[in-house]
């Protein structure tokens, strides 16, 4: 499945779009490519910058969210925690 990315208030960067696609490498393989990621970039201040996350996992939706001076950290946090709640989610429907 795909990761869409929507950039915002920045210019679309190959670099940044390449980064995305390798931090959500292990997510993918957690999910088996299944399930589509919508990933939002969006540039709230002079230097601060906001990412979301949003998958319909299994038919739950998920979110994530994080904000940071550092476009980079604020990716690898969003992930993380989209991380954390597809393997949350898929323990419940093994369990």
Same mark, same amino acid.
């Given at each position: #499945?795909?990761?869409?990315?929507?950039?915002?208030?920045?210019? =679309?960067?190959?670099?940044?779009?390449?980064?995305?696609?390798?931090?959500?490498?292990?997510?993918?393989?957690?999910?088996?490519?299944?399930?589509?990621? $919508?990933?939002?970039?969006?540039?709230?201040?002079?230097?601060?910058? $906001?990412?979301?996350?949003?998958?319909?996992?299994?038919?739950?939706?998920? =979110?994530? *969210?994080?904000?940071?001076?550092?476009?980079?950290?604020?990716?690898?946090? =969003?992930?993380? =925690? #989209? *991380?954390?709640?597809?393997?949350?989610?898929?323990?419940?429907?093994?369990?």
């Amino acid at each position: #499945m795909p990761i869409h990315l929507s950039f915002k208030n920045i210019r =679309s960067s190959k670099a940044v779009t390449e980064h995305v696609h390798q931090a959500f490498e292990e997510l993918i393989k957690i999910t088996d490519d299944k399930f589509p990621f $919508h990933v939002n970039l969006n540039k709230v201040a002079e230097e601060s910058y $906001h990412v979301g996350i949003n998958c319909s996992y299994r038919n739950k939706p998920l =979110s994530s *969210k994080a904000d940071h001076e550092n476009l980079y950290k604020a990716i690898s946090k =969003s992930i993380e =925690s #989209m *991380k954390t709640q597809v393997i949350r989610k898929a323990e419940k429907v093994r369990g």
